[in-house]
T-cell receptor
Framework: DAGVIQSPRHEVTEMGQEVTLRCKPI?????LFWYRQTMMRGLELLIY????????DSGMPEDRFSAKMPNASFSTLKIQPSEPRDSAVYFC????????????FGPGTRLTVL | QQPVQSPQAVILREGEDAVINCSSS?????VHWYRQKHGEAPIFLMI?????EQKGHDKISASFNEKKQQSSLYLTASQLSYSGTYFC?????????????FGAGTRLFVKA
């Protein structure tokens, strides 16, 4: 299995630009999570989906952030407009079923907003 | 509320043992442990569900005291490959297990 796939791996953009991060979960996994990791705040859960439906987005920092999962094999996290404080590593993770199953993390997208 | 991990950092010689603690102010459904190497994604180590449960993974094991809302990760006979940052992730009982909150991490460095 290819594991969780994220793209791009690195993104450098200017403040005010729209940024779209992409994630392909492991085939057959029905839960998907978006995390953000920074030195200051550590690893934070932004949103998670179960069977393509957003279940909890209370971790999304503000309205500039949005996430979608149009089908079981694809999810996006969009930031519009981006700000320098959004600079972080964004991880996508998936798991196959129950919350006690293993979460498999993707390699992450390192976002730098200038 | 973010769980509290201790110590923040530890340096070991190869072959030595270490304990990393994770404490929560909330009643917990489960506790996860992850290891992350610099520049890489977190790797799942194990999950603990019940009070007093203990699990093992090679020479890495963990316990979960549900009543005290605490978990500990035990690394025995440490190897160079154990170096990295260890995170505990706690799932408050109220969320049914999906809303993991991560601790700040414990940096472990194993030297030869």
């Amino acid at each position: 299995d290819a594991g969780v796939i994220q793209s791009p791996r690195h993104e450098v953009t200017e403040m005010g630009q729209e940024v779209t991060l992409r994630c392909k979960p492991i085939s057959g996994h029905n839960s998907l999570f978006w995390y953000r990791q920074t030195m200051m705040r550590g690893l934070e859960l932004l949103i998670y989906f179960n069977n393509n439906v957003p279940i909890d987005d209370s971790g999304m920092p503000e309205d500039r952030f949005s996430a979608k999962m149009p089908n079981a094999s694809f999810s996006t996290l969009k930031i519009q407009p981006s700000e320098p404080r959004d600079s972080a590593v964004y991880f996508c993770a998936s798991l196959v079923g129950h919350s006690t199953d293993t979460q498999y993390f993707g390699p992450g997208t390192r976002l730098t907003v200038l | 509320q973010q769980p509290v991990q201790s110590p923040q950092a530890v340096i070991l010689r190869e072959g030595e043992d270490a304990v990393i603690n994770c404490s929560s102010s909330k009643a917990l459904y489960s506790v996860h442990w992850y290891r992350q190497k610099h520049g890489e994604a977190p790797i799942f180590l194990m999950i603990l569900l019940k009070g007093g449960e203990q699990k093992g993974h090679d020479k890495i094991s963990a316990s979960f005291n549900e009543k005290k809302q605490q978990s500990s990760l035990y690394l025995t006979a440490s190897q160079l490959s154990y170096s990295g940052t260890y995170f505990c992730g706690t799932d408050p009982q109220s969320t049914g297990g999906f809303k993991t909150i991560f601790g700040a991490g414990t940096r472990l460095f194993v030297k030869a």
